[in-house]
């Protein structure tokens, strides 16, 4: 039985659809992140979640029972916000055992559980400090430790990490993710930031228009992307498309460029290929291109091309010493190379 469970959800503000037939199950201690651009309804579905927003038809279930009708509260869900919400005037220790104040809790005992969990979250040493005499990365972690120290059955992240800069993300990050391999709390995290969604999910559910465009573990997602819009939103530097024909002999035709699939389809089909830039070697054999754009960026080089399909990215790495308007082949590996069908207008 899933944990939670999501049966054609949908959410309306009005004649605004921002949720549409959403279907997910999310298993026990399972580490779930909701991907996608702004307005794609990825907050709105968490919301949903949490009992923040109403579900306007469909259903909600936590361990099989119906949620729909039940207050926050009543979820056992612990969220951790944006912007982190923490009291001004409390310490760090009574933000943290704020709530279990609320819920009268005897004092010792919550002084135990705030004691164990700034332990785990390396606050101890914190626990007098106001939140304006703490960093970023810290302050979201006093957050983190609100919503742990109640013990929920649920933690839903949204979009936690996007006020920190690259460094402190990087590391907030590592330490969700190993603070989630220690508790092993059903979690859901909403986040746009691609990279994050890879490197912390047990799945990732890419969503586009308030639907759900695909479900699967990172590697599913990023190596068999099952849409033409899954494949442009994840991969750093971004694929590249260009249209083309399947040939009779198994391969794609583009312009005058014949290029081999390690498949066959059907021939005649109107497609897009796309190769994943660190899938391009360059070299004396592959297609013609011309350099436009050399990026360095550390271990490894970007390079833009311009070939006879459009626009071609390559990944390479170290330092490649390559000049704008150099010409150069690319070679391309069949058994990387992703095909879409073209809509028809």
């Not at 936690?160 to 990087?170: C, E, H, I, T």
């Not at 969503?207 to 099952?226: D, F, K, S, V, W």
């Not at 991969?235 to 312009?255: C, F, M, N, Q, Y």
């Not at 190769?275 to 436009?292: D, K, N, S």
């Amino acid at each position: 039985m899933p944990a939670i469970e999501l049966k054609n959800v949908s959410k309306l503000f009005g004649p605004y659809t921002a949720c549409e037939d959403v279907n997910l199950a999310i298993a026990e201690g399972e580490f779930v992140t909701l991907l996608g651009a702004s307005g794609c309804g990825k907050t709105t579905t968490l919301n949903m979640v949490a009992g923040l927003e109403d579900v306007t038809s469909g259903d909600i279930l936590m361990n099989g029972k119906r949620v729909n009708d039940l207050s926050p509260v009543e979820r056992d869900v612990a969220m951790v916000f944006q912007n982190y919400a923490l009291y001004p005037h409390m310490t760090v220790a009574r933000n943290i055992g704020f709530t279990l104040k609320m819920r009268g809790l005897d004092p010792q005992e919550i002084k135990t559980r705030v004691e164990k969990v700034a332990a785990a979250l390396e606050l101890s040493t914190m626990l007098d400090r106001l939140p304006s005499q703490l960093s970023g990365g810290q302050q979201q972690r006093v957050a983190i430790g609100r919503a742990l120290v109640r013990e929920p059955k649920t933690f839903l992240f949204d979009e936690p990490f996007s006020n920190l800069d690259a460094g402190l993300r990087m590391k907030m990050r590592a330490e969700v993710k190993e603070l989630h391999q220690r508790l092993g709390v059903t979690s859901i995290f909403v986040t746009h930031d691609q990279e994050e969604a890879m490197s912390i999910s047990d799945r990732i559910a890419v969503m586009n228009l308030g639907r759900i465009e695909q479900l699967g573990t990172p590697e599913e997602i990023y190596a068999q992307p099952a849409t033409r819009y899954v494949a442009t939103f994840i991969g750093s530097p971004r694929i590249e498309l260009a249209p083309g024909e399947i040939t009779d002999a198994g391969s794609v035709k583009i312009g005058s460029i014949t290029i081999p699939l390690s498949r066959r389809l059907k021939p005649g089909t109107k497609v897009e290929l796309g190769i994943r830039p660190e899938h391009v070697r360059l070299g004396e054999a592959g297609i013609p291109a011309t350099v436009r754009l050399v990026q360095p960026v550390g271990p490894s080089t970007h390079v833009t091309l311009d070939w006879e399909g459009g626009v071609l990215m390559a990944s390479l790495p170290g330092f490649v010493r390559l000049s704008p308007g150099a010409r150069t082949r690319a070679a391309l590996d069949p058994d990387h190379l992703l095909i879409f069908e073209r809509q028809q207008p």
